[in-house]
């Protein structure tokens, strides 16, 4: 029953209160922080936030209702008492101080100080713990801070190492892409180097070829030149050795039809001993083969003619000088 009374009459001050403060546009955080503030001013606020505070406590609430319910009882009796209106009721000095009409002051007094003390002491608590949720929860925020500055330091160093991979990476790809062109360009530029190198050695090769050809067909054609020439001047020699014959045959004939010839002592040589002589006197083969004399071909014999007598002999005319040869011309060897 005492609850029900305490919690109603909680549920009816805090009613009165938010009405009041809504009247004032006042919020309940901006009246406790107020009411801190201005409780140690005066001495009436003193008495009144101790009043509200003692209020607070139910062991103190219950208290002091019961001593009030006293002492309104006793005050109905005193004033059916003075009118008369009793009804029969008659207290003594001792039911009276049963009720503690006399004390009644004394121990309300005592019991508002010990509920100011508890006041107090639940105050002291209450402000300890709201400091300490306070701090708590300022604590706490300042830990939720600095966890969400490390989570945001976390979260803008990840994204930069995301971002500096990113950029290695993309760097890394870049610069493989680079080496990789450069190393294609490079190996065209050796393919084409190479290719030229070939072509050239093949160039080379033909054009070697070519001169030799050419060396080939300037050797040989110098070669028939040679044996030309050697043939023309072997033609030549023989032509001159034939005609020099001719000649020496030809001026033989015509001295052996002018005179017949004798021999030493004045007679005519028969035909029988003029060819031993002729043959005696003509050098043999192989001498005129060391003296380098071509051998003349060989000449028709003369008719003979008949031998005139001894006596019919003319004297022989001088023979006619023969032509000296030509010396031998040798072909000139032609530079290669």
């Known amino acids: 029953e005492h609850w029900d009374v ?9 009613a009165l209160l938010q009405s009041m403060l809504l009247e004032v546009n006042i919020t309940s955080e901006e009246l406790v922080e107020a009411c801190e503030k201005a409780r140690h001013g005066r001495d009436v606020n003193k008495q009144a936030f101790e009043h509200l505070v003692a209020l607070d406590d139910f062991m103190t609430f219950k208290k002091i209702m019961v001593r009030r319910n006293m002492a309104l009882e006793m005050e109905a009796i005193k004033k059916l008492q003075e009118t008369g209106g009793d009804g029969g009721l008659d207290l003594s000095a001792e039911d009276l ?21 508890e006041s107090m002491e639940y105050a002291e608590a209450r402000r300890i713990a709201d400091e300490a949720d306070a701090k708590s929860a300022k604590e706490a925020e300042a830990e ?25 990476s993309g ?7 680079a080496e990789m062109e450069l190393a294609q360009a490079m190996s065209a530029s050796l393919l084409e180097m190479e290719l030229m190198h070939r072509q050239e050695r093949m160039e080379q090769m033909e054009l070697e070829k070519v001169i030799a050809m050419s060396l080939a067909l300037e050797q040989e054609r110098l070669r028939v030149a040679r044996e030309a020439a050697a ?5 030549r020699l023989v032509a001159e050795a034939e005609a020099k014959d001719t000649v020496a045959s030809d001026a033989k ?5 002018d005179k017949t010839p004798v021999d030493d002592d004045g007679f005519a040589i028969l035909e029988d001993d003029a060819e031993p002589q002729a043959k005696a006197a003509e050098p043999a083969p192989q001498a005129k083969a060391a003296k380098g004399e071509r051998e003349p071909s060989p000449q028709p014999s003369p008719t003979p003619t008949p031998k005139p007598s001894a006596k019919a002999v003319e004297p022989e005319p001088e023979p006619e000088p023969e032509p000296e040869p030509e010396p031998e011309r040798r072909p000139e060897p032609r530079p290669e």
């Open 6 to 14: 305490y919690t109603q009459f909680k549920e009816r001050v805090e």
């Open 97 to 117: 101080a049963m009720y503690g009409v006399e004390a009644e002051d004394a121990e309300e007094q005592a019991l508002l100080e010990r509920a100011m003390k």
């Open 144 to 168: 939720a801070e600095q966890k969400r500055a490390k989570e945001s330091e976390e979260k803008a160093a990840a994204k930069a190492e995301q971002e500096a991979a990113a950029k290695a």
């Open 171 to 177: 760097e890394a790809a870049t610069k493989a892409a």
């Open 231 to 235: 043939q023309e001047e072997q033609e």
């Open 253 to 257: 004939l015509g001295s052996s039809d």
